[in-house]
């Protein structure tokens, strides 16, 4: 039977698909550009810094309300692929790396055979 867990993910691996066929350099350059992490932090701290989070509230706090949390996954899935560590994307390194393998089974990926 397949767990909550491993169902969240897959459906992250189909949302990331619509990403396929951006090139690398095209998602860092749009990541870099857009992402809320490459801007400073404003004058008052963050509600969550003070907090006591485990990891995937962390990233989900962190990356909230940015407008390109898919394509920073994609690009950390492709480069970092199962070796990930920080926050990308909105999800946890653990998050990350048990994704990993649902993302590579993905579209033309799997079609390529693009395996890390």
């Given at each position: 039977?397949?767990?909550?867990?491993?169902?969240?993910?897959?459906?992250?691996?189909?949302?990331?698909d619509?990403?396929?066929?951006?090139?690398?350099?095209?998602?860092?350059?749009?990541?870099?550009?857009?992402?809320?992490?490459?801007a400073?932090f404003?004058?008052?701290?963050?509600d969550?810094?003070?907090?006591?989070?485990?990891?995937?509230?962390?990233?989900?706090?962190?990356?909230?309300?940015c407008?390109?949390?898919?394509?920073?996954l994609?690009?950390?899935?492709?480069?970092?692929?199962?070796?990930?560590?920080?926050?990308?994307?909105?999800?946890?390194?653990?998050?990350?790396?048990e994704?990993?393998?649902?993302?590579?089974?993905?579209?033309?990926?799997?079609?390529?055979?693009?395996?890390?």
């Amino acid at each position: 039977m397949t767990s909550y867990n491993n169902l969240w993910l897959i459906g992250i691996a189909w949302r990331l698909d619509r990403l396929r066929w951006a090139s690398t350099a095209l998602l860092g350059a749009c990541v870099r550009g857009n992402g809320l992490c490459m801007a400073e932090f404003p004058a008052d701290q963050p509600d969550w810094l003070d907090q006591q989070l485990t990891d995937r509230e962390l990233a989900a706090a962190m990356c909230e309300g940015c407008p390109v949390a898919d394509e920073c996954l994609e690009l950390e899935l492709r480069t970092g692929g199962a070796d990930t560590v920080g926050v990308w994307g909105g999800l946890s390194a653990d998050d990350r790396r048990e994704l990993h393998p649902h993302w590579l089974r993905r579209g033309e990926r799997a079609e390529r055979g693009v395996a890390r």
